[in-house]
């Protein structure tokens, strides 16, 4: 969708892409530099999404005798989409959890004693914190979709407009002044309302004792 721009790589130069097309794990360059935390800012609200399948599922719990319709296909690419860009972020957060409690539980073991083999790269805890929006970004692109130019309009209709909770392929394709400064007002709400928070992560801190030293 976006042409390759050429870098200078050195004494050379190169093509590059979209990193996030092949940056399976986006937390992982940063902990292999040595960072002990990771502010992560992803852009799926959980909230929207975890009630979006909980209403898919109610609807096949109610008429389990036929099929729900049949998705349309701006839907299908719309997921396709979330699956280069949006999951790769779950699912590493993810991994980095679950990696915490294994070096967790290998520091209680120490008392068998030091490891018999030499660690390469040495592992550690990291603590992450992820910041997402209080608001279903579709939702919004749905909203503004009469400023999507005709043509790209006109290919969403083609492939079957989506509900507005399932309208994804049309936030990426909206590049728009009033959607992009939606966004950022979402984005510095969200970061108000959490404050306390970022600020005691920055600082190495707990949140309750930010709000002890507040």
């Known amino acids: 969708m976006f042409p390759p721009v050429a870098l200078a790589t050195g004494n050379a130069s190169a093509w590059f892409g979209d990193g996030a097309m092949r940056l399976t794990n986006p937390l992982s360059p940063a902990i292999r530099l040595g960072a002990k935390r990771v502010l992560a800012i992803g852009i799926r609200c959980p909230d929207s999404a975890r009630a979006l399948t909980d209403a898919e599922f109610a609807h096949a719990s109610a008429s389990a005798a036929c099929l729900p319709p049949r998705p349309p ?3 299908i690419c ?3 989409l979330n699956a280069l860009f949006l999951d790769h972020l779950d699912a590493d957060i993810d991994h980095l959890e679950r990696m915490n ?3 967790a539980a290998y520091g209680r073991g120490a008392d068998a004693g030091p490891p018999k083999h030499t660690v390469a790269e040495p592992m550690r805890v990291v603590h992450p914190l992820v910041i997402s929006p209080s608001e279903d970004l579709a939702v919004i692109a749905a909203d ?3 400023r999507i ?3 790209v309009r006109f290919l969403l209709e083609t492939l079957g407009t989506p509900d507005a909770r399932s309208a994804d392929l049309a ?3 909206l590049f728009d002044p009033a959607y992009t400064r939606a966004l950022i007002d979402i984005g510095y709400r969200d ?3 959490r404050i306390d ?3 005691a992560f920055l600082r190495g801190e707990t949140a309750d004792a930010a709000a002890v030293a507040r």
């Open 191 to 193: 970061a108000d309302a």
């Open 101 to 103: 409690d294994l070096v």
């Open 171 to 173: 936030s990426y394709l």
């Open 149 to 151: 130019p005709a043509s």
């Open 73 to 75: 296909l701006a839907q």
């Open 78 to 80: 719309g997921t396709f």
């Open 144 to 146: 503004l979709a009469d």
């Open 197 to 199: 928070e970022i600020e």
